[in-house]
């Protein structure tokens, strides 16, 4: 049945299964994705060729598959040291193999594969990761298609030397979203190739740790959460505040029937 009062949330809750999310630290000053780091799921191999994800990628958050309608999301318990924020995402597209030593177009394993959802790429967000440190900062831009299939150039970001940081693409003027990025140039050379790559994903829920120490609970009814639906193939992972020691999370899902 449809969740449209409390006696079907606390049915839909009851028949939900905990999914637990667990990660080590992220690095300081940037965002930073759990997709490589060790902990539950496991962590995704380093990419290489563009390839779409989803949720038989290996390192995904094993959510119940099957669920024709999706699912809905009922409650997030959050355990941090620090305060902060994790984003909840669907990773859609993941490449690797560029380098900070050269100030050419780089088209290495661009354009990014065709997204198998969200296809139209409203909403869907650009990042660059550093998987191997790139020696010092710099900044980037990007040639991208955006949510209405037209090819425009990003505006300028600044790149983290740090391994596990993550950068947001800022998009040009008007633009929500980006189906596919096509090449990737950066501004001066830091003198060490490294290794980056350009993640396509969705964020799905956006949730505030606000404990010291402790648990952060949020569900649709006391607030934090909106019965957000997650779909049944999506490649879940945390994108996290810099800095953060360690972040557990256990969900509870039903499918929305």
């Known amino acids: 049945m449809a969740i449209t009062s409390l006696s079907n949330f606390r049915a839909a809750l009851a028949r939900s299964t905990p999914l637990y999310l667990s990660k080590p630290a992220s690095p300081s ?4 994705a759990s997709l490589l780091t060790p902990g539950k799921p496991v962590a995704m191999v380093t990419p290489t060729t563009s390839l779409a994800r989803s949720l ?9 598959g099957g669920a024709l309608n999706g699912l809905r999301l009922l409650q997030a318990t959050i355990s941090t040291v620090a305060p902060g924020v994790v ?10 193999g560029l380098v900070a030593n050269s100030v050419s177009v780089q088209t290495t394993n661009l354009p990014t594969a065709a997204l198998t959802r969200s296809t139209n790429g409203a909403g869907v967000l650009v990042a660059v990761e550093i998987f191997a440190s790139i020696g010092s900062g710099t900044t980037y831009t990007s040639t ?7 090819t425009k150039t990003s505006k300028s970001s600044q790149l983290f030397s740090t391994a596990g940081g993550v950068k947001l693409m800022s998009f040009a003027d008007g633009d929500t979203g980006a189906r596919s990025v096509t090449n990737f140039t950066i ?3 830091t003198g060490t190739a490294g290794n980056m790559g350009i993640l396509l994903f969705k964020p799905l829920v956006v949730l505030a740790a606000t404990a ?39 969900f509870n899902m039903a499918e929305d029937v």
């Open 187 to 189: 501004a001066t050379s």
């Open 144 to 150: 991208y298609v955006n949510q209405d299939g037209a």
């Open 87 to 96: 984003v909840l995402c669907d990773l859609l597209n993941y490449q690797g």
């Open 29 to 32: 000053g940037t965002y930073a």
């Open 56 to 64: 038989s990628t290996a390192g995904s958050l094993p959510i119940p």
């Open 212 to 250: 010291w120490g402790g648990l952060t609970q949020q569900d649709a009814i006391s607030g934090g959460l909106q019965l957000e639906t997650i779909p049944s193939d999506a490649c879940l992972f945390l994108l996290q505040s810099g800095g953060r020691r360690g972040t557990a999370i256990s």
